[in-house]
């Protein structure tokens, strides 16, 4: 305590923001940006934590857009080696291998994640499955076939592998609030593996300030 009230912890620099704009068609889930489906700005995933990667090994962007009251999210991976998937009946603790995070504060006043929604999602499961996804350490856990059933993930992988993109398409019921507009939060990170043991080696974040994954006011 002494050591927080001397302000030994410098404060988070401001999180980033962005506007996530409403398209009048709903976005095709393939796993491709197809025109006129994500308009608004490409966000650049930066560096969090782990082993520092160049462009090839780790890099990211995603891009956000909104149909009614669907949240659309497409995020492409740059990745240089594959890391062991996960089984599809093990779809959980993702960041175990190559993953895309996205979390959710509906109303952007959350001091932890018990009233969030995050997500984890797998572009590509053991034995030549496809994407999973499942939630984790938020308000409601467990895979999205019985926790969020109105989620919905694809994947492309590229062949041969430099990477991936996941789509997703999240209902704004889903969470465990209504959106607040104005103040509604957001982060999107991805995970890193580059080996055969299911263990991960870097981290990204949009917002990669502190414990990105379990603090929503970054």
Same mark, same amino acid.
């Given at each position: 305590?002494?050591?927080?009230?001397?302000?030994?912890?410098?404060?988070?620099?401001?999180?980033?923001?962005?506007?996530?704009?409403?398209?009048?068609?709903?976005?095709?889930?393939?796993?491709?940006?197809?025109?006129?489906?994500?308009?608004?700005?490409?966000?650049?995933?930066?560096?969090?934590?782990?082993?520092?990667?160049?462009?090839?090994?780790?890099?990211?962007?995603?891009?956000?857009?909104?149909?009614?009251?669907?949240?659309?999210?497409?995020?492409?991976?740059?990745?240089?080696?594959?890391?062991?998937?996960?089984?599809?009946?093990?779809?959980?603790?993702?960041?175990?291998?190559?993953?895309?995070?996205?979390?959710?504060?509906?109303?952007?006043?959350?001091?932890?994640?018990?009233?969030?929604?995050?997500?984890?999602?797998?572009?590509?499961?053991?034995?030549?499955?496809?994407?999973?996804?499942?939630?984790?350490?938020?308000?409601?856990?467990?895979?999205?076939?019985?926790? @969020?059933?109105? &989620?919905? +993930?694809?994947?492309?992988? %590229?062949?041969?592998?430099? $990477?991936? !993109?996941?789509? =997703?398409?999240? /209902?704004?019921?889903?969470?465990?609030?209504?959106?607040?507009?104005?103040?509604? @939060?957001?982060? &999107?990170? +991805?995970?890193?593996?580059? %080996?055969?043991?299911?263990? $991960?080696? !870097?981290?990204? =974040?949009?917002? /990669?300030?502190?414990?990105?994954?379990?603090?929503?006011?970054?």
């Amino acid at each position: 305590m002494p050591w927080l009230a001397n302000n030994v912890q410098p404060p988070y620099p401001a999180p980033p923001v962005t506007t996530v704009p409403a398209v009048a068609t709903a976005p095709v889930l393939n796993g491709l940006e197809g025109e006129g489906e994500y308009p608004g700005p490409e966000l650049a995933l930066r560096y969090w934590q782990g082993e520092t990667p160049t462009a090839d090994d780790c890099s990211a962007t995603a891009k956000l857009s909104r149909h009614d009251d669907d949240l659309y999210v497409l995020v492409r991976v740059t990745d240089e080696r594959a890391g062991a998937p996960l089984d599809r009946d093990d779809v959980k603790r993702h960041w175990r291998a190559d993953s895309v995070e996205i979390a959710l504060d509906p109303r952007g006043d959350a001091d932890d994640t018990y009233v969030t929604f995050k997500t984890g999602i797998v572009p590509l499961t053991a034995d030549g499955g496809g994407p999973g996804a499942g939630r984790d350490a938020d308000n409601h856990q467990g895979p999205v076939s019985m926790t @969020a059933p109105g &989620v919905r +993930v694809v994947s492309t992988v %590229t062949e041969p592998y430099r $990477g991936y !993109t996941v789509e =997703a398409r999240i /209902p704004l019921g889903e969470p465990p609030a209504a959106a607040d507009p104005e103040r509604f @939060a957001l982060n &999107v990170l +991805v995970y890193d593996s580059d %080996t055969d043991d299911r263990t $991960g080696q !870097t981290r990204l =974040a949009w917002a /990669p300030y502190g414990s990105a994954q379990a603090d929503p006011y970054v």
